[in-house]
C-alpha cells in the first residue's frame, strides 16, 4: 500500500510519527464512456475558457474567486492555514465510540508508526482497547479540515473521518407524522421478530453481489451470448393488519 499522508499522532505530550493508508477500496467495475456510434473512448479534456485550447496539468492552479479576480491558492497556503493540523493528528478528548451516530461515519485509514521505535504506538493501540474509547480529533488532509476518531482494530490504530455536526442535514423538512401510536402488543411482537432475526455480526458472509452478476452479464455479451434477465415479481400487497403481518413474519423466520 502507498502512504497518503505523513505526521504524528497526538497523545497528550506524546508524538507518535504514523503513515496514513487508505483502509478501504472501491468493488465497483470500472465502466468507460464511450461513443455508442463507434465505441471509441471519451476523453475528458482541460481547456481554457478564453484559448479554447487544452491546458496541461502541471499549469493549472487552484484560483478563489475575489470581487471579480481570483487570488491564486498554493500548497504553501494550505499548510500557513494551519501547519499544526496539516502534519498532526491531535487528539483533543476521548469518548465512547457507541456514541458516535454512524450518520457521521466517512471513510477510514490505517496507520503505521513511521520510525522503528514504536513502544508509544504499541501504547496508544492497547490503551484503547483496554479503556473501549475512541480519540476524538481534527486533522488537515488534502486541503480540507476533518473530524475523525482514532480508534483500534486487530493490530492497528485506525483513523476514520467523521461528519462536522453543520453537515448533517435537520429532519425537519421531512414530514414524518410522530402521533402514530402503537400498540404494546405490537410493540412486543416487533421486539420478538427482532430477536428472531439477531446474530453475531459476520460482515464476511455478504458479498458484492450486484457487481459479480453484472461482470457473468458482461462476460456472456462478449462471447456472443444473449444474457437472461430475471423478471422481478412485485410483492404482492398484504391484507394483513400490522399484528397478523408480524405473527406471520415470526412463524416465517421460525420455519426457516
Known amino acids: 500500500m502507498r502512504s497518503i499522508w505523513t505526521g504524528s499522532l497526538g497523545f497528550g505530550l506524546v508524538s507518535i510519527p504514523v503513515k496514513l493508508f487508505s483502509a478501504v477500496q472501491t468493488s465497483s467495475l470500472d465502466l468507460d464512456m464511450l461513443d455508442s456510434r463507434d465505441h471509441a473512448n471519451i476523453k475528458f479534456q482541460r481547456v481554457n475558457e478564453k484559448t479554447k485550447k487544452e491546458v496541461p496539468y502541471d499549469k493549472i ?45 466517512e471513510t477510514s485509514y490505517y496507520t503505521e508508526p513511521a520510525t522503528k521505535n514504536n513502544k508509544a504506538y504499541a501504547l496508544l493501540l492497547e490503551a484503547l482497547k483496554k479503556s473501549k474509547k475512541a480519540g476524538l480529533a481534527r486533522f488537515v488532509l488534502r486541503s480540507t479540515e476533518s473530524l475523525c476518531v482514532i480508534h483500534p482494530v486487530e493490530k492497528s490504530i485506525v483513523v476514520t473521518r467523521i461528519r462536522f455536526e453543520q453537515q448533517i442535514r435537520d429532519q425537519s423538512e421531512l414530514k414524518l407524522d410522530d402521533k402514530v401510536t402503537v400498540s404494546k402488543k405490537e410493540l412486543d411482537m416487533g421486539l420478538n421478530l427482532i430477536e428472531q432475526y439477531t446474530e453475531p455480526l459476520d460482515l464476511s458472509k455478504y458479498k458484492d453481489e450486484y457487481h459479480t452478476e453484472l461482470l457473468k452479464i458482461i462476460e456472456a455479451k462478449a462471447k456472443g451470448k444473449r444474457p437472461t434477465i430475471k423478471k422481478l415479481k412485485p410483492k404482492k400487497k398484504s391484507n394483513d393488519d400490522l399484528y397478523d403481518q408480524l405473527m406471520n413474519s415470526l412463524q416465517s423466520r421460525k420455519g426457516a
Open 61 to 105: 492552479v487552484r484560483g478563489y474567486k475575489y470581487d471579480d479576480d481570483y487570488v491564486i491558492v498554493e500548497e504553501a497556503d494550505f499548510e500557513a492555514a494551519s501547519p499544526e493540523k496539516s502534519k498532526v493528528i491531535e487528539i483533543e478528548s476521548f469518548v465512547d465510540i457507541a456514541d458516535v451516530n454512524p450518520m457521521y461515519y
